[in-house]
């Protein structure tokens, strides 16, 4: 790092921290303009930053770790979520919308009635702010950790750290973000995620441009990769063709149940499975439902087909000039900082810099949601008027982001951590999805899921008799979701329903599809707004559209032809098909004060 390395960087965080104080004065007035952007972003803006909230510093490093031990394949650990997050397009985001809500668990006191939608809104507020979220702020400090160490950025000033000044200078940039996102809220958040996330972009490209240039260009990236490793890095899916029948490769680096469980379990058992937190708050803040299915499927392009290969690439690059590093999520900054010329390390050090604070700062908004609106408003003062909101929002701010570096400092590697998130938050996700859809699911059945996912994926991750035993990451989804669903069952069918009135007064206000809700649409007299049979079947050909695509890039980038224009025609066959299929009516909601027959 030279000094116009350093300038670079510091402008970065000088323009982010302006543009976040300009904007507090739009999320002052009231809570819902702190923490939804008074219900009015436009979809672009909503799309992006849900994408910048996914793109932390720790991504990149986490496929790094994943290419160089798992192979590309391995990387269906998070591609799977792409089918939940389609679903989320068609099926959940006009719900979320029309929900009117400031949280996901403020739901639960409207799908749900009495003493225990209160607990479950208790509880459900308190894990995600705190447990869950605070992890979440650690490893991407635990990344950011990474980074300075590896980039020797303190070295760079003539400094020698300690372990104790990378993470004070990581807890420093944290408390840059906590300033713009305490001040403004939800709209400082999501404007600076908006710059924060094309310059982070930038910066994966010309990691990649420089990383494949310096191993002489793609045409000699992959031979020498396929040369380096008896392990079957470049397969997209981990089969091949055999005797005129797929076989599962014995090279692959994930095994046949743990594809299985990423492919047919963990995108629908997952607590995210009908959107989840930071998705929903932007959903919520979107102008109205169809802003709301825009941004959904903005996020998904920019997720999956746009960003996926950059890092791909350069994991691959990693394998080649460090075939032996003994930790190969070190491959990223390592490669930035012997090939990147000065002025665009500076520029790619502050894309990673503005990574990291998308994500922190969405993190930290989202969970100081949690405590103001679903514990502090809920339960200690319900009669706290806007401005007080306000004030508390900010305060929960700050516990949130204390408790974050808390947690980096007993994190030890991203893709672990990331494990970890994902076994605590599997469970719940087929509750979650039902609830929607089915009137007999109660609040005792998702309290009973959600503490039952939490807890098992707990025990079977640090106790280590049983971590011995699913040391298969497969193995243990499957375990956790069977386990939690018998949990789940067994507790609502041994609990009463919700009552009539509640469930009326659910259906009224969201009006889902399908047949679960009959008796609600007789005692009503209201037709369901959503058609479910034509959302289904526009996530099917939605989820062959988004892997055809993202599989056709991947494909020609490496040198596999055949693969590139088999998974180009299917997307842009489902592509043409889904675009008919949305061209059929979608029935809005009435207006306030309107019945059926007004429009």
């Not at 995210?272 to 998705?279: A, I, M, V």
């Not at 700062?361 to 306000?390: H, M």
């Not at 951590?417 to 929607?436: D, N, S, Y």
């Amino acid at each position: 790092m030279r000094l116009i390395d350093w300038l670079i960087v510091l402008l970065y965080l000088l323009l982010t921290m302006g543009l976040g104080i300009y904007l507090s004065r739009r999320g002052s007035k009231s809570l819902v303009d702190f923490f939804v952007s008074g219900r009015s972003l436009p979809w672009w803006l909503a799309g992006t930053s849900m994408a910048a909230t996914t793109f932390s510093i720790d991504t990149p490093l986490y496929i790094a770790g994943v290419v160089a031990s798992r192979g590309i394949a391995g990387n269906w650990e998070w591609w799977s979520f792409a089918i939940a997050h389609i679903v989320l397009i068609y099926i959940f985001s006009r719900l979320w919308r029309r929900s009117e809500v400031v949280t996901d668990a403020e739901l639960t006191e409207i799908r749900y009635g009495g003493k225990m939608a209160a607990i479950l809104r208790a509880t459900k507020a308190f894990l995600f702010a705190v447990p869950i979220n605070c992890i979440g702020i650690g490893y991407a400090m635990l990344a950011m950790i990474k980074v300075v160490d590896a980039l020797e950025l303190w070295q760079s000033l003539g400094i020698e750290p300690g372990n104790n000044l990378k993470i004070l200078s990581v807890i420093g940039i944290s408390i840059l973000v906590l300033v713009y996102s305490g001040f403004s809220g939800l709209w400082g958040v999501v404007a600076t995620d908006f710059f924060q996330f094309f310059l982070a972009l930038f910066g994966a490209i010309v990691v990649a441009i420089f990383a494949v240039n310096s191993v002489g260009g793609i045409h000699a990236l992959i031979p020498a990769v396929q040369q380096a490793t008896e392990q079957d890095v470049l397969s997209l899916i981990p089969f091949s063709f055999q005797n005129g029948g797929l076989t599962w490769s014995d090279t692959a680096g994930i095994t046949a149940t743990t594809f299985s469980a990423y492919v047919f379990v963990q995108w629908w058992s997952f607590r995210r499975s009908d959107g989840g937190g930071e998705f929903v708050q932007r959903l919520a803040a979107a102008k109205d439902e169809a802003e709301a299915e825009k941004a959904a499927w903005f996020f998904n392009i920019l997720h999956y087909i746009v960003r996926t290969w950059p890092w791909i690439i350069v994991a691959l690059v990693a394998i080649i000039i460090y075939p032996n590093l003994e930790d190969p999520e070190l491959g990223y900054p390592k490669l930035m900082l012997d090939f990147l010329p000065p002025i665009m390390l500076g520029l790619v050090v502050a894309s990673l810099v503005a990574a990291f604070m998308s994500t922190v700062s969405t993190s930290i908004n989202w969970g100081a949601s949690y405590l103001t609106n679903d514990l502090y408003l809920r339960f200690i003062k319900p009669d706290a008027t806007q401005a007080e909101l306000v004030y508390v929002g900010r305060i929960a701010s700050i516990l949130v982001t204390v408790l974050g570096a808390i947690a980096a400092f007993y994190a030890t590697d991203v893709a672990t951590v990331f494990r970890l998130v994902i076994a605590i938050g599997t469970g719940p996700g087929l509750v979650l999805i039902l609830r929607w859809f089915w009137w007999r699911v109660n609040a005792a059945a998702e309290l009973a899921a959600m503490l039952g996912g939490f807890f098992v994926g707990l025990i079977t991750t640090f106790f280590a008799g049983f971590n011995d035993i699913f040391a298969d990451f497969g193995l243990r989804l499957l375990v956790i979701s069977g386990t939690t669903a018998l949990l789940w069952i067994t507790v609502m069918l041994l609990t009463p329903p919700e009552s009539d009135d509640t469930l009326d007064e659910f259906y009224r206000r969201v009006r889902p599809g399908g047949w679960g809700w009959k008796r609600q649409q007789e005692r009503t007299g209201l037709q369901p707004v959503q058609k479910l049979s034509l959302d289904i079947l526009r996530v099917v050909v939605a989820t062959f559209a988004l892997f055809g695509a993202m599989f056709a890039i991947g494909g020609f980038l490496l040198l596999e032809p055949v693969t590139g224009w088999v998974s180009l025609i299917i997307g842009v066959v489902a592509s043409f098909w889904l675009r008919q299929l949305s061209k059929k009516k979608v029935m809005p909601m009435p207006r306030p004060g309107l019945d059926d027959s007004d429009w």
